[in-house]
């Protein structure tokens, strides 16, 4: 079968162009997200380039080649951007424009034609593989849509190096579109799995980021940052359990704000959001990464603190405790003196369930409010084996 090059080049340009528009109604309905526009620019400005090569071969005109080699650099240059843009990296815009300015400039050189050619297809591969790179550089957030962006990215930025290396080595010449069945000429199939394939996994991420941002959304308190009831219970439980199969200590801290409606009613809302901010700020601080700490609702808060004894537990509260009282007497210039009791249980094997713990821990938490507030209390838990109790209650 034969395959007609003007067939393909033709090709090349529409679906190059269709996937652009394609990206720009995206944009159009996700705003907040400019990768969207940037990489369909990308598209556009490439099917334009693919006819202007087009052009200046057909008819012999060098200023349509000179201009589709540029458009060709410019192309991966809003691609690089759009990666950068896509994780709210810094990337400006005169950089994704420089490439296409240098070769245009290479171009006007006389006898440099080739050069400029070979320097717009490496430079259109260096674009490429650092938005390979960028977007790689991200992948901790465990979007599965990356790899295929990543993969397709570098593959088309190894085959523009294949062809900078022909024009270098004369087997292309300056405004001429590669044989189908030269080694560059896999750039004709190549480039339409690219750019189809990078626009529907760029759609993907951009969904599947969507959806990760709302599951974080429904496991996140949005005034604190930090896990809401669901997601603490959730992982709580989780801990507790592992702490019960190792054999290991778990203890629970219930806190809650000292007289927090007098905070908001003298002060406002405003401050007394501040303060929960800052009480956060400061548990946050004095927790390990292991231990899990969520907002229970209004101004009540639970820290699990697995491997941890009645002890380590009840030192840490204290430490909460007085850091809070010392960063509250002032808060956004008003003098509010805000403080917090706690209740800490624990158990040595973690043979108690999260609910129980956190019964006991929320009884000694009444004990503290109940004797004058701003202080630490132990909650008692009976011995896994029916003896004494293995916690005892200190003022």
Known sequence: MHLDLSTLVAMGSFVAACAGVVLLVAWSLNRQIPALALWGAGNLVNAAGILSLALGSALRQPAWSQLGGSLL???????????????????????????????????????????GGALGRAAGAGYLLAAAGSLWLKRSDRLAARWP???????????????AYGMLSGSIGHGELPAVMSVFGLIHFEAIIFTLGTAVFILALVK???????????????????????????????????????????????????????????????????????????????????????????????IVLPRSSIEA????????????????????????????????????????????????SDAALYCAKAEGRNRVKRGDLPRPDGGAPNVIRVA
């Open 73 to 115: 650099v410019l192309a991966p240059g809003l691609m690089w951007k759009a990666a950068r843009s896509f994780d709210a990296a810094r990337a400006p815009l005169l950089l994704a424009l420089l490439g296409a300015a240098v070769v245009a400039g290479v171009g006007f050189i006389p006898g440099m034609q080739n050069l």
């Open 149 to 163: 962006i990543i993969l397709l990215t570098a593959l088309h930025a190894a085959v523009l190096l294949t062809g």
């Open 208 to 302: 599947e980021r969507n959806e990760a941002a709302s599951r974080m959304a429904a496991r996140v308190d949005p005034l604190t940052g930090i896990h809401n009831r669901t997601a603490f219970m959730e992982s709580a439980e989780r801990v507790v359990e592992r702490c019960r199969r190792e054999g290991a200590p778990v203890s629970v801290l219930m806190c809650d704000l000292d007289r927090f409606k007098a905070i908001n009613d003298t002060h406002g809302h405003s401050v007394g959001d501040a303060v929960i901010r800052k009480f956060c700020a400061v548990t946050a601080a004095s927790i390990r990464p292991t231990d899990v700490f969520g907002r229970l609702g209004g101004e009540e808060f639970a």
């Open 313 to 360: 537990a009840f030192a840490r509260a204290e430490r909460i405790r007085s850091a809070f009282a010392d960063g509250c007497r002032f808060v956004e210039h008003h003098k509010v003196e805000a403080t917090v009791s706690c209740g800490v249980s624990a158990s040595e094997n973690a043979a108690e369930t999260l609910g129980v713990l956190l019964e006991n």
